[in-house]
């Protein structure tokens, strides 16, 4: 599996690559969007981006934990 974020400093931007794994255990694009938006930018509007991205790591591994 890989899961790769690409940071931007300047502007913010994620990109992120989702593996063959994503795929077998049902995860869609707009599962890992709605991801993002409810704790990278959510920390991210807080001014806290590097916690967003932990956030963001974690929630990743626990629902590909499922």
Avoid: P
């Avoid at 704790?39 to 790591?57: M, P, W």
Wanted: proline share 0%; glycine share 8%.
């Amino acid at each position: 599996t890989l899961y790769l974020v690409i940071y931007t400093q300047q502007n913010y931007n994620l990109r992120f690559y989702m593996g063959a794994n994503f795929r077998t255990k049902g995860v869609t694009v707009d599962e890992m969007l709605k991801l993002t938006r409810e704790t990278y930018f959510a920390k991210n509007r807080q001014g806290k981006a590097t916690e967003g991205l932990v956030d963001l790591i974690g929630a990743v591994n626990k629902r590909m934990a499922q």
